[in-house]
Nanobody
Framework: QVQLVESGGGLVQAGGSLRLSCAAS????????MAWFRQAPGKEREFVVT????????YYADSVKGRFTISRDNANNTMYLQMNSLKPEDTAVYYC?????????????????WGQGTQVTVSS
C-alpha cells in the first residue's frame, strides 16, 4: 500500500533551520504532484508548497516564500523541505501529500495520499 513517511521535525529557535524529508513507497513517485501542508493547533490545514512531477516547477505560499525550499529526488522516491529563518508562527505539524492531478493545486482534498505528519516547533 501507499506510504508517505515524514521525518526531520523538531524544536528549533527562531531564525534557525530544519530539513524535512518525505519518503514515499507503494506508488510510482514520479507520477505524482507532491506538496507540503501544515496544521497548527486549532487551525485548518494550510498549504505550504507544491512541486510538479519532474521537480522543475514549484509554487509557494506567500508566508514561506523566500525562506522555504522544496525539492524532490525521483530516483529515491523522496521529497524534501528546507526551512530557513524559521519563525514561531511556523510551528505546526507538517504533512507531505501526493496527488494524481497534473496541474498544481493548493486544495487538500485534491491530494490522494497523506503522511502521518512531523511536528515542527519554533521557540521565540
Amino acid at each position: 500500500q501507499v506510504q508517505l513517511v515524514e521525518s526531520g521535525g523538531g524544536l528549533v529557535q527562531a531564525g534557525g533551520s530544519l530539513r524535512l524529508s518525505c519518503a514515499a513507497s507503494g506508488l510510482t513517485f514520479s507520477n505524482y504532484l507532491m506538496a507540503w501542508f501544515r496544521q497548527a493547533p486549532g487551525k485548518e490545514r494550510e498549504f505550504v508548497v507544491t512541486i510538479n512531477r519532474s521537480g522543475g516547477s514549484t509554487y509557494y505560499a506567500d508566508s514561506v516564500k523566500g525562506r522555504f525550499t522544496i525539492s524532490r529526488d525521483n530516483a529515491n522516491n523522496t521529497m524534501y523541505l528546507q526551512m530557513n529563518s524559521l519563525k514561531p508562527e511556523d510551528t505546526a505539524v507538517y504533512y507531505c501529500a501526493a496527488s494524481r492531478m497534473f496541474l498544481r493545486t493548493t486544495i487538500p482534498k485534491r491530494y490522494d495520499y497523506w503522511g502521518q505528519g512531523t511536528q515542527v516547533t519554533v521557540s521565540s
